[in-house]
Every structure is written in structure tokens, then in C-alpha cells.
């Protein structure tokens, strides 16, 4: 007999009333309120709920992974809102993007792998996509490993109109785990990448190095 699992979620989009939704702010990122009321799980309905939510799109990011050599490939750039909490603001990351309209994530993922890396995807596998801060902001995360070739990976790159200098760093997949476990690496979704494929590794092998 086949065993199904079941969704853990007693209510969905239905159990929500949007009273009204107005932009309070529209520039490069947005600010939207909402004024809502909910389901409760005792089955009446809640007072009504203001929350400011921020919209900033959603993005793709891809960890470069070459399976030859299990090296990973992480670029380093200054992220200023890092200076409030972290030593530095110059953070190791996966490769990222935001999704442009009418664009897919694996196309922003080969995409940016060029703009900031140097470097193009071969065969790209999607591990999952998370909500970044459900709390706050609608924005979802797409996470890929993309295969390339490591001993390509060198220099600074970015865009200069976009004001980019980015840093190549091609380390071991071991290498990057570490950092994980040490905090050298603490961004969400250069965590969840590197985690996914320390995870995954051996049956990403088996499917990307098969010989027909």
C-alpha cells in the first residue's frame, strides 16, 4: 500500500480576508501594508492585523561545483548592512541574482555565474527554494549547484555599472562545510547551498558523472 504525507497545514489562502493593501514606498525596493484578518485555529476570526511588508523581488542563486575536483567555487564582496553585526562586511557567497521579469531562475543563476564569477554552468540542479524572512518580506530564494570547471575560476569580475568588485575564491567542498560550522560562512543561502550539497554530494555524483 502506498503511503501517503499528508500536508501538516489546516488552512490555506481561503482563510484570509485582505482588508486593504496600500504601497507606502516605490522605488528600487518597495513597501507595501496590508491590513488583514486570519482564521484562528479554533476556527473563529482574528481582530485585524497591520503589518508593513517588504518587497524586493525574488532571486536565484546557484554554488558553483566542479565534481572532479569537489571544489566549490564562493565570490567575496562588501555587503554594507553587514558592518552593524559581523567583523566585516565582506562576505563569502554563493553566486545570486535577482529575477528580472519574465525571467526564469536558472537563466538569472547562468546568468549571473558569468557576470560575477567568470565562469559558465554546464548542468544545473536545483536543490529547493526557501522564503527568506517570511516575516517581512514576500522574497524566495531559488538554490541551484551548478557544474563547472574550477580551474577557470580566478579574478575579480562584477558589473561596473552596478558598482560590482568581486573576488574569485575556489576552495574544497570539505573547506566550505567547515566554514559553515565555524560561522566564517553566515549567510542564509550560501549556508543552505553548501549544506544541500554536503547532504547531496554522492548522488549528485552518480547522476552528473554517470558514463552512458
Known amino acids: 500500500m502506498e503511503n501517503k504525507t499528508e500536508r501538516p497545514f489546516k488552512y490555506g489562502k481561503d482563510d484570509i480576508e485582505i482588508i486593504s493593501k496600500r504601497k507606502l514606498f516605490n522605488g528600487f525596493f518597495q513597501m507595501t501594508e496590508y491590513r488583514f484578518r486570519h482564521r484562528l485555529f479554533e476556527g473563529s476570526w482574528s481582530n485585524e492585523i497591520t503589518r508593513e511588508v517588504f518587497e524586493r523581488g525574488h532571486a536565484g542563486v546557484v554554488l558553483p561545483y566542479d565534481p572532479k575536483t569537489e571544489n566549490v567555487v564562493l565570490i567575496e564582496q562588501i555587503r554594507l548592512p553587514a558592518i552593524e553585526t559581523s567583523e566585516t562586511p565582506w562576505l563569502l557567497e554563493a553566486v545570486a541574482g535577482m529575477i528580472e521579469p519574465n525571467e526564469s531562475p536558472e537563466e538569472v543563476i547562468r546568468r549571473e555565474s558569468v557576470e560575477e564569477a567568470g565562469l559558465v554552468i554546464e548542468r544545473a540542479e536545483k536543490a529547493l527554494s526557501y522564503l527568506s524572512?517570511?516575516?517581512?518580506?514576500?522574497?524566495?530564494?531559488?538554490?541551484?549547484?551548478?557544474?563547472?570547471?574550477?580551474?577557470?575560476?580566478?579574478?575579480?569580475?562584477?558589473?561596473?555599472?552596478?558598482?560590482?568588485?568581486?573576488?574569485?575564491?575556489?576552495?574544497?567542498?570539505?573547506?566550505?562545510?567547515?566554514?559553515?560550522?565555524?560561522?566564517?560562512?553566515?549567510?542564509?543561502?550560501?549556508?543552505?547551498?553548501?549544506?544541500?550539497?554536503?547532504l547531496n554530494y554522492q548522488k549528485l555524483h552518480e547522476k552528473w558523472m554517470k558514463v552512458f
Open 133 to 198: 524572512s517570511p516575516g517581512g518580506t514576500t522574497e524566495r530564494m531559488h538554490v541551484y549547484i551548478g557544474e563547472v570547471d574550477s580551474k577557470k575560476a580566478k579574478g575579480i569580475h562584477g558589473l561596473s555599472t552596478e558598482n560590482e568588485d568581486i573576488r574569485v575564491h575556489v576552495v574544497s567542498r570539505d573547506q566550505a562545510y567547515q566554514w559553515v560550522n565555524d560561522g566564517t560562512i553566515d549567510n542564509a543561502a550560501t549556508v543552505i547551498a553548501i549544506q544541500w550539497l554536503q
